[in-house]
C-alpha cells in the first residue's frame, strides 16, 4: 500500500535501535505525593482474578515466551496465518497492546529477516504497519472516537467515509435479536460460532475470524457495525481501540483504505477454505464433532441419517441458520446503494 512503502522509505537504522530505557525514565515527570499511593489492586479497581496466566503467559516474561516461540514459526508466517486451527500468528496482540514487549523489538527482528528475504516476515511487519496506519488514522482524525458522555454504542462515533453514515441498519427488536445471535455464537454458520464462542471463553479471537465475524454481523444480518466494534472492545484482551475501529470500518467498508462494499464474505466458503476439515469447528463446537467434513460447515445441509448419526437435531443442539446469506448479499447491496456513488467501481 501507499502507506507501507512511504514508512518503509522513512524507516532509518535509528528508529530501529534498542534505547536504554534509563536514558528517557529521568524525563518522566514525578508523582504528586498526595497522589502517590501505590499501584491499586486489581480488586480495588473493581476486577476478578480470572487465571488468565495459565493460558496465557502475562508480563515482560509471558511476552518473551510468545516472541522466543514465534522466531522458530516467523518465516511460515505467510503460509499459515490464515488458518485458526494451525499455530500461526504470533499471539503478540495483547503484550503490544499493553507495551510488555518493545514494539521496536519486533519491527527490527521481522525487518531484519525481510531484508533476508523471508516472505513470513515480511507479511508480519505489513501488520505491524497496519497497526501504525490505524494509529495515525485516529490521531489526524479524532471524530472517530465515541463521545464521552454517552454509552450507546452510535453515539458521537462517524465513520471515515461520511456517506456510509446514511446508511439503514436493521433496528429494533428484530436487531437486537439478531445481535444477540451472534453474541452467543448461535447463528447458525459453525465458523462464526466457533470464532465467537473462542472470544467469549478466552477473551482471543483469531484475525481470519475477526474479519469473517465482522462481514457477517455487518453484511449479513445487516448490524451497525459499532454494535460489534463494542462487543470486541468489552470482551477482546488485547482490544485497542485505534485498531479496532480501523478492522470495523475495513469489514464495514467504511473506512480509509477499506474493502470495496460489494466485497462480501460468503461464511461457507470461507470456513471452507481456512478450517477445511473443521478442526477448529469441532474445538468449539463439539456437538458438531461427529459431523463429515464435507457438511461441518453447514450442517443444515447434511442429510436426515447423517443427522441422525452425529446426534444433531437442528434447532436444538445446534440452530438453523438465522439468515440466508444469498438473501442478505443482495440486500446489503441494496442497503448500501446510498453510498455507490462514491465509491470507485
Known amino acids: 500500500t501507499p502507506y507501507k512503502n512511504a514508512w518503509l522509505k522513512k524507516l532509518t537504522a535509528t528508529d530501529l535501535d534498542a534505547h536504554a530505557v534509563d536514558l528517557s525514565s529521568g524525563q518522566l515527570a514525578a508523582i504528586p505525593k498526595a497522589l502517590d499511593q501505590g499501584i491499586p489492586s486489581l480488586e480495588s479497581m473493581g476486577f476478578q482474578k480470572t487465571g488468565i496466566e495459565t493460558y496465557l503467559p502475562t508480563g515482560m516474561s509471558g511476552a518473551s515466551h510468545f516472541f522466543e516461540e514465534f522466531l522458530h514459526r516467523m518465516d511460515q508466517y505467510h503460509a499459515t496465518r490464515d488458518f485458526p486451527a494451525v499455530k500461526g500468528p504470533s499471539y503478540l496482540s495483547m503484550h503490544s497492546r499493553f507495551g510488555t514487549i518493545s514494539i521496536r523489538a519486533l ?91 473462542q472470544l467469549n471463553q478466552s477473551g482471543y479471537m483469531h484475525n481470519r ?38 478492522g470495523w470500518q475495513w469489514a464495514s467498508s467504511s473506512g480509509c483504505d477499506a474493502q470495496p462494499y460489494f466485497r462480501i464474505f460468503n461464511p461457507i466458503t470461507q470456513s471452507e477454505k481456512f478450517d477445511p476439515e473443521g478442526k477448529f469447528i469441532r474445538k468449539y463446537l463439539p456437538q458438531l464433532a461427529k459431523l463429515s467434513n464435507k457438511v461441518i460447515h453447514a450442517p443444515w445441509l447434511a442429510g436426515s441419517i447423517e443427522l441422525e448419526m452425529a446426534g444433531i437435531r437442528l434447532g436444538q443442539d445446534y440452530p438453523m441458520p438465522i439468515v440466508d446469506h444469498n438473501e442478505a448479499r443482495k440486500n446489503t447491496l441494496i442497503r448500501y446503494a446510498v453510498v455507490k456513488k462514491t465509491e470507485p467501481s
Open 209 to 246: 475470524l475477526r474479519m469473517v465475524v465482522a462481514s457477517f454481523l455487518v453484511k449479513d444480518l445487516g448490524i451497525d457495525w459499532r454494535w460489534g466494534e463494542q462487543y470486541f472492545a468489552d470482551h477482546l484482551n488485547d482490544f485497542d481501540f485505534a485498531a479496532n475501529n480501523g
Open 107 to 197: 519491527v527490527r527482528e521481522a525487518h531484519t529477516r525481510m531484508l533476508a528475504g523471508s516472505m513470513g516476515a515480511t507479511i508480519w511487519l505489513s501488520e505491524l504497519i497496519w497497526r501504525d496506519f490505524y494509529f495515525m488514522i485516529l490521531a489526524n482524525h479524532p471524530r472517530l472516537a465515541p463521545a464521552r458522555t454517552s454509552n450507546h454504542p452510535t453515539s458521537g462515533h462517524e465513520s471515515f467515509k461520511v456517506d456510509y453514515d446514511n446508511i439503514r441498519w436493521e433496528s429494533g427488536p428484530h436487531a437486537e435479536k439478531l445481535f444477540k445471535a451472534w453474541c452467543e455464537g448461535k447463528t447458525g454458520y459453525p465458523l462464526v460460532d466457533a470464532a465467537m464462542h
